[in-house]
């Protein structure tokens, strides 16, 4: 019989890193996913009950390989955390067009392939749970990191509309929403800093123990903390015109 695992993508650092942590806890066996293999082994042997796969899952035919890899290893997948993903900052028409389709294909392609091998056998199964980290993000348009935005804007649509689909068959779908977060996302995108956005920065074990309890409750969407919600519903009854000037203007 196959073991059942909980597989977390982009799990070397960030948010990444602390679901593993914390879903070790629990005493869940985890596949930890992720490019920077050095990483990824040092956590798996830090948390015991882990093992690690290097992989590049924004490449062409990458979760269909992890995929085989689980099940090679005799194992299946009853829980589903979808965090990889990294973000740009600049203007669209500067930004390198491979690295921006790079983006797409990790942030939304990946994390769309995983959740749709794995969604059948949990159906079949009546039980199972898929976690899609999204963001605050996906509630507006983002000039200034327009496909990151948008790609979160995907994500947490594609995750409601699960919910529905899967939630009559005994499968959660949760998706989370972070706002900014102490992570290295900032690095990797190219942020410049901002003293007001690190100020209201949450840090990651506050935000994965929100996202995992929405999860265990059945929640569709989850949005950690009092400011990042109050901004999440303003931006959706805000007129659209004054919503992206705004975002537009946040200097990062």
Not at 205 to 222: E, K
């Given at each position: 019989?196959?073991?059942?695992?909980?597989?977390?993508?982009?799990?070397?650092?960030?948010?990444?890193?602390?679901?593993?942590?914390?879903?070790?806890?629990?005493?869940?066996?985890?596949?930890?996913?992720?490019?920077?293999?050095?990483?990824?082994?040092a956590l798996a042997g830090e948390l015991g009950n882990a093992r690690a796969v290097t992989i590049d899952l924004?490449?062409?035919?990458?979760?269909?390989?992890?995929?085989?890899?689980?099940?090679?290893?005799?194992?299946?997948?009853?829980?589903?955390?979808?965090?990889?993903?990294?973000?740009?900052?600049?203007?669209?028409?500067?930004?390198?067009?491979?690295?921006?389709?790079?983006?797409?294909?990790?942030?939304?392609?990946?994390?769309?392939?995983?959740?749709?091998?794995?969604?059948?056998?949990?159906?079949?199964?009546?039980?199972?749970?898929?976690?899609?980290?999204?963001?605050?993000?996906?509630?507006?348009?983002?000039?200034?990191?327009?496909?990151?935005?948008?790609?979160?804007?995907?994500?947490?649509?594609?995750?409601?509309?699960?919910?529905?689909?899967?939630?009559?068959?005994?499968?959660?779908?949760?998706?989370?929403?972070?706002?900014?977060?102490?992570?290295?996302?900032?690095e990797v995108a190219g942020f410049v800093g901002n003293r007001t956005v690190d100020r209201w920065s949450m840090?990651?074990?506050?935000?994965?123990?929100?996202?995992?309890?929405?999860?265990?409750?059945?929640?569709?969407?989850?949005?950690?903390?009092?400011?990042?919600?109050?901004?999440?519903?303003?931006?959706?009854?805000?007129?659209?015109?004054?919503?992206?000037?705004?975002?537009?203007?946040?200097?990062?």
């Amino acid at each position: 019989m196959a073991v059942a695992v909980a597989l977390i993508t982009g799990a070397s650092a960030g948010l990444g890193a602390e679901f593993a942590r914390q879903l070790a806890k629990r005493g869940q066996r985890l596949v930890l996913a992720a490019r920077r293999g050095d990483r990824l082994e040092a956590l798996a042997g830090e948390l015991g009950n882990a093992r690690a796969v290097t992989i590049d899952l924004s490449q062409r035919g990458a979760a269909a390989e992890l995929l085989r890899d689980i099940e090679q290893a005799g194992e299946r997948v009853d829980l589903l955390v979808n965090n990889a993903g990294f973000g740009l900052y600049g203007r669209v028409a500067d930004l390198d067009a491979g690295r921006q389709r790079e983006m797409i294909d990790l942030n939304c392609g990946a994390l769309l392939e995983l959740a749709r091998v794995v969604l059948p056998p949990m159906i079949g199964r009546k039980s199972g749970a898929i976690l899609n980290v999204a963001s605050t993000a996906a509630f507006q348009p983002g000039p200034g990191m327009a496909v990151y935005f948008a790609t979160k804007a995907f994500v947490l649509s594609l995750s409601e509309a699960l919910h529905e689909e899967a939630r009559p068959h005994g499968v959660r779908v949760t998706a989370l929403c972070p706002g900014p977060t102490k992570t290295e996302f900032g690095e990797v995108a190219g942020f410049v800093g901002n003293r007001t956005v690190d100020r209201w920065s949450m840090d990651s074990p506050t935000v994965v123990r929100a996202g995992l309890a929405g999860l265990d409750r059945g929640q569709a969407v989850v949005i950690p903390g009092a400011l990042n919600k109050t901004g999440a519903v303003s931006a959706q009854l805000a007129p659209r015109a004054l919503v992206r000037k705004i975002a537009g203007a946040i200097k990062f």
